[in-house]
């Protein structure tokens, strides 16, 4: 199995700030990396996948990079809707894998 | 727009068995480009995937739950389902049906369904 291990558990960044988020898997999943976003009470939503595509309807401040072993999700400029938990995931090997996650909030 | 919407019970037994049906709507659950898939989060934790299922039936399942977890399709009614068996309190958490491409990132979800295993 594959572990996703993302950084830092908690970011604290000010709106308009930029932030980045990291996850590292623990063998090579080439490419095939999504990021969700969970905000309280929802469902996770699709933000990127193929570690760089962003999904639809995605705004262009959410950027992804990265490929092998090391990701990193990028948001711009933070807007007040940005502040939630973020995770990734690895669809290369079954069984498919989340990380625990990153919390976003307001500094 | 494809919807999905899980329902079940929210309140199962200990070492009884849960049992989740996802209705799809607005698209096919025959289609030949997706899977269906199962994704679980206990309260205040993160994601656990469960399982997935192809239309065909083909399955694939979380090695740590396959013991107990039963996917299934029913492409008449555009339904599939899980079945967890001997659940505990471990077991508790929001589930949560999606769909995933041949690559397998999920989107969309259902909103989710809390289930509680308690006697």
């Known amino acids: 199995e594959i572990v996703m291990t993302q950084s830092p558990a908690t970011l604290s960044v000010s709106p308009g700030e930029r932030a980045t988020l990291s996850c590292r898997a623990s063998?090579?999943?080439?490419?095939?990396l999504a990021w969700y976003q969970q905000k309280p009470g929802q469902a996770p939503r699709l933000l990127i996948y193929?570690?760089?595509t962003r999904a639809t309807g995605i705004p262009a401040r959410f950027s992804g990079s990265g490929s092998g072993t090391e990701f990193t999700l990028t948001i711009s400029s933070l807007q007040s809707e940005d502040f939630a938990v973020y995770y990734c995931?690895?669809?290369?090997?079954?069984?498919?894998?989340f990380g625990q996650g990153t919390r976003l909030e307001i500094k | 727009q494809l919807q999905l919407q899980e329902s079940g019970p929210g309140l199962v037994k200990p070492s009884e068995t849960l049992s989740l049906t996802c209705t799809v709507s607005?698209?096919?659950?025959?289609?030949?480009?997706?899977?269906w898939g199962w994704i679980r989060q206990p309260p205040g934790k993160g994601l656990e995937w469960i399982g997935s299922?192809?239309?065909?039936?083909?399955?694939y399942y979380n090695p740590s739950l396959k013991s107990r977890v039963t996917i299934s399709v029913d492409t008449s009614k555009n339904q599939f389902s899980l079945k967890l068996s001997s659940v505990t309190a471990a077991d508790t958490a929001v589930y949560y049906c999606?769909?995933?491409?041949?690559?397998?990132?999920?989107?969309?979800w259902g909103q989710g369904t809390l289930v509680t295993v308690s006697s």
């Open positions: 999606a769909r995933s491409g041949l690559k397998n990132w999920f989107d969309p």
């Open positions: 607005g698209g096919s659950i025959s289609s030949s480009s997706y899977y």
């Open positions: 299922i192809y239309y065909s039936g083909s399955t």
């Open positions: 063998q090579s999943v080439s490419s095939n």
């Open positions: 193929g570690a760089s």
């Open positions: 995931q690895q669809y290369n090997n079954w069984p498919i894998t």
